[in-house]
């Protein structure tokens, strides 16, 4: 997890495009910059960011099920329940579920789990559309690499390079 | 059995939480509504579940963008629910 680089999730564990659902963790870093205002002396992983590292879990599923065709943007964040401090060096397990996928736009359900207890959940919700470029979908398709997205839930071009 | 026009009036009062008794055939949803683009995901999310189908939206926000179509041919209500009932009878024909 690289908090400065909006980078929240260390790993793809698993996708299941026929369950259509995906697994991730990332471990909260012992130090970062954001702690020393969130909060002084107090660090906990602000709850924005907890979300946010949902929205990535379940857009790397929305990418996936998209077959990297499609880019989610994020829309709506609904339910979000914060249900216990995070703190530095915590281990994070995530999911997503995609709930329904509409034309043009997709629902999710969200959580992360540390040590097998729920700390936090959201319904989120994505505006699909084309790539803006094809640069951004190369650097995207690179990113997922980097996370060990799934060979199979790889565009049949980029099989190849995995 | 409600008509398509009442699920669909039940399904905007309920998300966008406008008073029932406003929401007529002849109701611009934009327009009249004021319904955004956001809002109404969620209504498209709540039609979908409804009546088992997936509303053609992109294809829709194209032909309106490209001149094709104008809102009124799919944000009016009584013709939302024209279109409904299309996609829905579509689906029993290939489902037959």
Redesign the interface.
């Known amino acids: 997890m690289q908090l400065e680089y909006f980078q929240l999730i260390d790993r793809i564990v698993a996708i299941d495009l026929a369950g259509r659902t995906i697994r991730t963790e990332a471990r909260v870093p012992l130090e970062s910059t954001i702690f020393q205002g969130h909060f002084p002396g107090h660090p906990l992983m602000p709850g924005v960011l907890l979300i946010e590292a949902m929205a990535q879990t379940a857009g790397w599923l929305v990418i996936a099920a998209a077959r990297f065709e499609r880019m989610p943007f994020l829309?709506?964040v609904k339910e979000a329940k914060l249900r216990t401090f995070v703190t530095p060096g915590q281990l994070l397990s995530l999911a997503a579920e995609l709930v329904?996928e509409?034309?043009?736009?997709a629902?999710t359900a969200a959580s992360i789990a540390v040590d097998g207890k729920t700390v936090c959940n959201a319904e989120i919700?994505f505006?699909v559309m084309e790539f803006p470029s094809p640069e951004f979908r190369a650097t995207m398709e690179a990113w997922g690499e980097r996370l060990k997205f799934p060979l199979e839930a790889r565009p049949a071009g980029a099989q190849q390079h995995g | 059995m409600p008509s398509t026009f009442d699920t669909v009036a039940s399904i905007i009062a309920e998300t966008c939480d406008i008073e029932r008794d406003t929401i007529k055939p002849e109701s611009h949803a934009i327009d009249d509504l004021g319904i955004d683009s956001?809002d109404f995901?969620?209504i498209?999310?709540a039609i979908?579940?409804a009546f088992a189908i997936?509303?053609?939206?992109?294809?829709w926000?194209q032909e309106v963008n490209d001149g094709k179509a104008t809102t009124e041919q799919y944000f009016v209500l009584k013709n939302l629910c024209a279109r409904i009932d299309d996609l829905v009878a579509a689906k029993g024909a290939v489902g037959s």
């Open positions: 829309a709506a329904h509409g034309s043009g736009y629902i919700t505006k | 956001l995901l969620d498209a999310f979908d579940k997936k509303l053609p939206l992109e294809r926000t």
